[in-house]
């Protein structure tokens, strides 16, 4: 084996060493060349890898080698030359100049462009292809002189001034002599004139010409040649060709490489260039066309007839239904040669040479395992460049490895590595008949991960699983892989140990693992036989990291759904489950030291979080361990982190309950004095409703000034219901006032005492005014009469009534009670119901006391007889008839009323009874 593992370089071969196929078709090729009239065009088919490049380099070898065995011509010229165009290499080139480029370069290394001038020289086809390529240019160029005026008027003074010189030297002489000046003075003035005027009316190119001169501006003419046609580029083959092949025992083979590897567009262009230069009826007469061949390799067949029919959108070759080629691909391609698939001894062999090549000898025995693995499933189609490929895979798993791994099992990774499933260690279905390692799965999560050691990789490959196994608190899940996986133990108490301790902050997630570990700890409550056990390390490490984490969270989160489910798994969990109850309970002693416990922020969350947070402090209360340690003689009240309305809304929720005890442990955020304020304050906005539960859970451990407190708020309320009052003033005095009445009728009477002469009587003159005979109506009467016992003797004036509305309110207690109040049944049934709800008995002796004669108790208690609640009521009981004769002694004082009353409810139960059973 060589000391260090060498890639393969994957290159065409000028040998066969895949058993002899792709040696034949070269021969076949070689032979057709040599021995039969060219223009032809062959389609070498295969696909990718198959060896097509191989077969066009042994077809260039055997070529060589019979022009170098029959030579008898001139040294250095060949008698056979193959021409190689790459369309991939020269992608983005202008394809006709760098296939006319290449083609010269390649007959002038055959030595068939070796004259000194003319179409036999390579210089002239370098020009002429130059020419074709624009970067020779001939251009015509025609100067035509500008003169500015300025110029003209200069060059025609400095003209004149030659003319002048003369006559003024001998006029300087005839000065000197005094011999007549003056004629000689104008005949040099007038040839100076002269001159300058003849010369300044000459043209630009005249006066160019007389002074020979270049002018001070020039205007160009340039005229090019046009843009070469795809005509002259054929010519220029032709040309080219019957210079080349002029001789008889010439021939030339092209090969127009990688067409189906280019752009489609690309591809286009390609097939023009071939039909322009090879499919052209008028070279089929030329004497060359005959010493020509032309070979195509092509593996995507369907690229091809797509792009040589000028569409891209429509596959002609579609995948599952092959078609036979068109047309005009017969018709570009006369022979068509297919490269047959690799025989299993053939590929074999190829595969155990390359093997040999890169690693040396086998003295393992690998190289016939990693031959049943490729053989099993791997790489398909099996072709030479995927074989080299899969050995250069293997070379750099081997360098990157060293000896650690066999050989073979790094063979299985590179063929089935995409097959297996890290985060399940499940390999691929089959290969352990081939590979007997129980190792198997680690060390492929090992070459997955790229890890030092299978223990690493399993913990990385596992990860992902055993994570969401965790947050799940999936305990299915983790026991099946510590059946499956051997290396999950370690996984685990890795996990533990290294990212359990994180949690701090993720007290979900550390409750979760509790809960979904607890379940495999030996020992502990809920683990079921069948299940695999953590060993006793492992659950050791769980319950110490367990504990630590939680008590370094400080405070717990009672959003958490899962917290008491959590609790409760970690309390299974521990050795000393009192010192963990008491962790949980200075835990939630933390909660109203959160930062912004006193703010509004974590109020409001808690708040819009209501039904999570409140279910858990009640679930989490509710466990044995902590129940006992907060429900014990002496316990220090927990600070909730809420506001008082928060706590009635507690209160209303467990008061009454099973868990009415937690309230008796735990305490608003701000205490008792600032739930009383709270209270005074309901009853100033008129939110009654929510200050129930809170009031009544302060009256049941004795704070009665809560109570008094509201009642006094709710005097307040009176004092300010004066004269001319409003509809929302009355309404909310006799609200407030019936709130009283409801929840403590004894207490309440003396401070409805205390409104019934004035406020009570205005509200109940408002009402009557407005004609609605209301529950508020009804209610306001009934606790006059129960605060006062009756109505004081006034006499009524009509001046009065106006001048003081309390006046107004007697007036209307005196016509109730006289019967003389317009009730029919629909009223009736109002203040029957509002007597009931009030359980305002009272009222029945008070009316009868202070007006016996008016029917009115009669009336009301026979609505009530027919009251379907009311009788079911008296019936829960106990004995129905008994509580009506008990009902009736104490509240029906007339014994006539009395028996009607008996009589009607008992008759009407029955037919509710009947009623309700059929």
């Given at each position: 084996?060589?000391?260090?593992?060498?890639?393969?370089?994957?290159?065409?071969?000028?040998?066969?060493?895949?058993?002899?196929?792709?040696?034949?078709?070269?021969?076949?090729?070689?032979?057709?060349?040599?021995?039969?009239?060219?223009?032809?065009?062959?389609?070498?088919?295969?696909?990718?890898?198959?060896?097509?490049?191989?077969?066009?380099?042994?077809?260039?070898?055997?070529?060589?080698?019979?022009?170098?065995?029959?030579?008898?011509?001139?040294?250095?010229?060949?008698?056979?030359?193959?021409?190689?165009?790459?369309?991939?290499?020269?992608?983005?080139?202008?394809?006709?100049?760098?296939?006319?480029t290449?083609?010269?370069?390649?007959?002038?290394?055959?030595?068939?462009?070796?004259?000194?001038?003319?179409?036999?020289?390579?210089?002239?086809?370098?020009?002429?292809?130059?020419?074709?390529?624009?970067?020779?240019?001939?251009?015509?160029?025609?100067?035509?002189?500008?003169?500015?005026?300025?110029?003209?008027?200069?060059?025609?003074?400095?003209?004149?001034?030659?003319?002048?010189?003369?006559?003024?030297?001998?006029?300087?002489?005839?000065?000197?002599?005094?011999?007549?000046?003056?004629?000689?003075?104008?005949?040099?003035?007038?040839?100076?004139?002269?001159?300058?005027?003849?010369?300044?009316?000459?043209?630009?190119?005249?006066?160019?010409?007389?002074?020979?001169?270049?002018?001070?501006?020039?205007?160009?003419?340039?005229?090019?040649?046009p843009?070469?046609?795809?005509?002259?580029?054929?010519?220029?083959?032709?040309?080219?060709?019957?210079?080349?092949?002029?001789?008889?025992?010439?021939?030339?083979?092209?090969?127009?490489?990688?067409?189906?590897?280019?752009?489609?567009?690309?591809?286009?262009?390609?097939?023009?260039?071939?039909?322009?230069?090879?499919?052209?009826?008028?070279?089929?007469s030329?004497?060359?066309?005959?010493?020509?061949?032309?070979?195509?390799?092509?593996?995507?067949q369907?690229?091809?007839?797509?792009?040589?029919?000028?569409?891209?959108?429509?596959?002609?070759?579609?995948?599952?239904?092959?078609?036979?080629?068109?047309?005009?691909?017969?018709?570009?391609?006369?022979?068509?040669?297919?490269l047959?698939?690799?025989?299993?001894?053939?590929?074999?062999?190829?595969?155990?040479?390359?093997?040999?090549?890169?690693?040396?000898?086998?003295a393992?025995?690998?190289?016939?395992?990693?031959l049943?693995?490729?053989?099993g499933?791997?790489?398909?189609?099996?072709?030479?460049?995927?074989?080299?490929?899969?050995?250069?895979?293997?070379?750099v798993?081997?360098?990157e490895?060293?000896?650690?791994?066999?050989?073979?099992?790094?063979?299985?990774?590179?063929?089935?590595?995409?097959?297996f499933?890290?985060?399940?260690?499940?390999?691929?279905?089959?290969?352990?008949?081939?590979?007997?390692?129980?190792?198997?799965?680690?060390?492929?999560?090992?070459?997955?991960?790229?890890?030092?050691?299978?223990?690493?990789?399993s913990?990385?490959?596992?990860?992902?699983?055993?994570?969401?196994?965790?947050?799940?608190a999936?305990?299915?899940?983790?026991?099946?892989?510590?059946?499956?996986?051997p290396?999950a133990?370690?996984?685990?108490?890795?996990?533990?140990?290294?990212?359990?301790?994180?949690?701090?902050?993720?007290?979900?997630?550390?409750?979760?693992?509790?809960?979904?570990?607890?379940?495999?700890?030996?020992?502990?409550?809920?683990?079921?036989?069948?299940?695999?056990?953590?060993?006793?390390?492992?659950?050791?490490?769980?319950?110490?990291?367990?504990?630590?984490?939680?008590?370094?969270?400080?405070?717990?989160?009672?959003?958490?759904?899962?917290?008491?489910?959590?609790?409760?798994?970690?309390?299974?969990?521990?050795?000393?489950?009192?010192?963990?109850?008491?962790?949980?309970?200075?835990?939630?002693?933390?909660?109203?030291?959160?930062?912004?416990?006193?703010?509004?922020?974590?109020?409001?969350?808690?708040?819009?979080?209501?039904?999570?947070?409140s279910?858990?402090?009640?679930?989490?209360?509710?466990?044995?361990?902590?129940?006992?340690?907060?429900?014990?003689?002496?316990?220090e009240?927990?600070?909730?982190?809420?506001?008082?309305?928060?706590?009635?809304?507690?209160?209303s929720?467990?008061?009454?309950?099973?868990h009415?005890?937690?309230?008796?442990?735990?305490?608003?955020?701000?205490?008792?004095?600032?739930?009383l304020?709270?209270?005074?304050?309901?009853?100033?906005?008129q939110?009654?409703?929510?200050?129930?539960?809170?009031?009544?859970?302060?009256?049941?451990?004795?704070?009665?000034?809560?109570?008094?407190?509201?009642a006094?708020?709710?005097?307040?309320?009176a004092?300010?219901?004066?004269?001319?009052?409003?509809?929302?003033?009355?309404?909310?005095?006799?609200?407030?006032?019936?709130?009283?009445?409801?929840?403590?009728?004894?207490?309440?009477?003396?401070?409805?005492?205390?409104?019934?002469?004035?406020?009570?009587?205005?509200?109940?003159?408002?009402?009557?005014?407005?004609?609605?005979?209301?529950?508020?109506?009804?209610?306001?009467?009934?606790?006059?009469?129960?605060?006062?016992?009756?109505?004081?003797?006034?006499?009524?004036?009509?001046?009065?009534?106006?001048?003081?509305?309390?006046?107004?309110?007697?007036?209307?207690?005196q016509?109730?009670?006289?019967?003389?109040?317009?009730?029919?049944?629909?009223?009736?049934?109002?203040?029957?119901?509002?007597?009931?709800?009030?359980?305002?008995?009272?009222?029945?002796?008070?009316?009868?006391?202070?007006?016996?004669?008016?029917?009115?108790?009669?009336?009301?208690?026979?609505?009530?007889?027919?009251?379907?609640?009311?009788?079911?009521?008296?019936?829960?009981?106990?004995?129905?008839?008994?509580?009506?004769?008990?009902?009736?002694?104490?509240?029906?004082?007339?014994?006539?009323?009395?028996?009607?009353?008996?009589?009607?409810?008992?008759?009407?139960?029955?037919?509710?009874?009947?009623?309700?059973?059929?």
């Amino acid at each position: 084996m060589p000391e260090v593992p060498q890639l393969l370089v994957d290159e065409p071969s000028p040998e066969d060493s895949l058993g002899g196929a792709h040696e034949r078709i070269a021969r076949t090729i070689a032979n057709l060349v040599r021995s039969s009239p060219g223009g032809q065009t062959i389609h070498l088919d295969g696909t990718w890898g198959s060896g097509k490049s191989s077969i066009v380099k042994m077809l260039t070898h055997q070529l060589e080698q019979t022009a170098a065995a029959g030579s008898s011509g001139p040294k250095g010229v060949e008698k056979f030359a193959v021409f190689l165009y790459d369309a991939w290499v020269h992608s983005g080139d202008p394809m006709r100049r760098a296939f006319l480029t290449g083609l010269i370069s390649r007959t002038k290394d055959a030595g068939w462009l070796n004259g000194h001038e003319g179409p036999t020289s390579a210089e002239y086809w370098r020009t002429k292809l130059d020419r074709l390529s624009r970067r020779f240019k001939t251009t015509t160029r025609k100067s035509t002189p500008v003169f500015s005026p300025l110029a003209k008027i200069v060059l025609s003074a400095l003209v004149g001034l030659g003319f002048a010189i003369p006559f003024f030297a001998e006029l300087e002489k005839r000065i000197a002599g005094d011999l007549g000046s003056i004629p000689l003075l104008a005949l040099t003035i007038t040839s100076a004139v002269v001159a300058f005027g003849l010369v300044h009316l000459l043209s630009d190119q005249a006066m160019a010409l007389v002074l020979r001169r270049t002018s001070d501006e020039e205007a160009t003419e340039i005229r090019e040649d046009p843009e070469p046609t795809t005509i002259e580029f054929q010519e220029a083959f032709g040309d080219l060709m019957s210079t080349v092949l002029s001789w008889s025992d010439r021939r030339l083979v092209i090969v127009i490489d990688n067409l189906d590897r280019i752009e489609t567009a690309e591809t286009r262009t390609a097939w023009a260039l071939l039909r322009s230069f090879l499919d052209n009826p008028q070279f089929a007469s030329a004497s060359w066309f005959k010493r020509l061949w032309v070979v195509v390799p092509v593996a995507d067949q369907s690229k091809m007839s797509n792009a040589s029919a000028g569409n891209t959108n429509i596959d002609l070759f579609p995948e599952n239904k092959p078609s036979p080629p068109p047309s005009f691909l017969e018709k570009v391609f006369q022979i068509r040669i297919s490269l047959p698939p690799l025989m299993l001894h053939s590929w074999k062999n190829y595969l155990h040479e390359c093997l040999s090549r890169c690693f040396g000898e086998d003295a393992t025995g690998d190289f016939d395992e990693i031959l049943r693995l490729y053989e099993g499933g791997g790489k398909k189609p099996v072709t030479p460049r995927s074989i080299v490929s899969f050995v250069n895979e293997l070379v750099v798993l081997r360098l990157e490895r060293d000896d650690a791994i066999p050989l073979s099992i790094l063979a299985a990774y590179v063929l089935y590595g995409d097959q297996f499933e890290p985060d399940r260690m499940k390999l691929p279905d089959g290969l352990k008949s081939v590979l007997r390692d129980t190792s198997l799965e680690s060390t492929f999560a090992m070459l997955h991960h790229r890890a030092k050691s299978p223990q690493d990789a399993s913990y990385f490959s596992m990860m992902p699983r055993l994570e969401a196994a965790l947050d799940g608190a999936d305990t299915e899940t983790i026991a099946q892989m510590l059946r499956e996986i051997p290396a999950a133990e370690y996984v685990i108490d890795t996990y533990i140990r290294e990212n359990l301790t994180r949690l701090e902050n993720q007290q979900e997630r550390l409750l979760q693992a509790v809960r979904a570990l607890l379940p495999l700890v030996r020992g502990a409550t809920g683990i079921q036989a069948e299940r695999p056990a953590l060993s006793g390390s492992t659950a050791a490490h769980l319950r110490q990291v367990a504990v630590d984490t939680l008590s370094s969270a400080k405070i717990l989160r009672l959003y958490n759904p899962n917290l008491a489910s959590g609790l409760r798994a970690m309390l299974d969990l521990s050795l000393d489950t009192t010192k963990t109850a008491e962790l949980i309970v200075a835990m939630l002693r933390q909660l109203a030291n959160f930062p912004d416990a006193t703010g509004t922020t974590l109020s409001k969350e808690i708040s819009q979080k209501w039904e999570i947070w409140s279910s858990m402090l009640r679930e989490c209360l509710s466990i044995a361990e902590i129940a006992t340690l907060v429900r014990a003689e002496g316990f220090e009240k927990l600070v909730l982190p809420i506001d008082s309305e928060s706590w009635s809304r507690l209160c209303s929720e467990l008061m009454g309950t099973g868990h009415e005890w937690i309230l008796d442990c735990s305490t608003s955020l701000r205490g008792i004095s600032s739930d009383l304020a709270w209270l005074k304050g309901q009853v100033k906005t008129q939110e009654l409703a929510s200050i129930g539960p809170v009031l009544r859970f302060y009256r049941a451990r004795g704070h009665d000034e809560f109570y008094d407190e509201v009642a006094r708020s709710v005097l307040a309320i009176a004092s300010s219901t004066g004269p001319g009052p409003g509809q929302s003033n009355v309404e909310q005095l006799v609200r407030s006032s019936l709130f009283l009445f409801r929840f403590d009728k004894t207490r309440s009477l003396p401070y409805v005492a205390q409104m019934a002469g004035s406020a009570l009587l205005i509200a109940l003159a408002v009402f009557a005014l407005s004609a609605e005979f209301t529950e508020l109506l009804a209610a306001t009467i009934y606790m006059i009469l129960m605060a006062s016992r009756g109505i004081p003797i006034v006499t009524l004036q009509t001046a009065a009534t106006i001048a003081n509305p309390a006046q107004a309110g007697i007036e209307v207690l005196q016509q109730f009670g006289s019967g003389k109040m317009a009730l029919d049944a629909k009223r009736f049934q109002i203040f029957a119901r509002t007597l009931d709800e009030m359980r305002a008995y009272e009222v029945l002796n008070i009316l009868t006391a202070s007006w016996p004669r008016t029917g009115m108790v009669g009336a009301l208690a026979a609505v009530l007889a027919n009251d379907q609640q009311f009788l079911q009521r008296l019936g829960d009981k106990g004995d129905l008839e008994t509580s009506l004769n008990e009902f009736a002694d104490q509240y029906l004082p007339d014994s006539v009323t009395r028996k009607n009353f008996i009589e009607s409810s008992l008759r009407n139960a029955t037919h509710q009874s009947v009623a309700s059973s059929s």
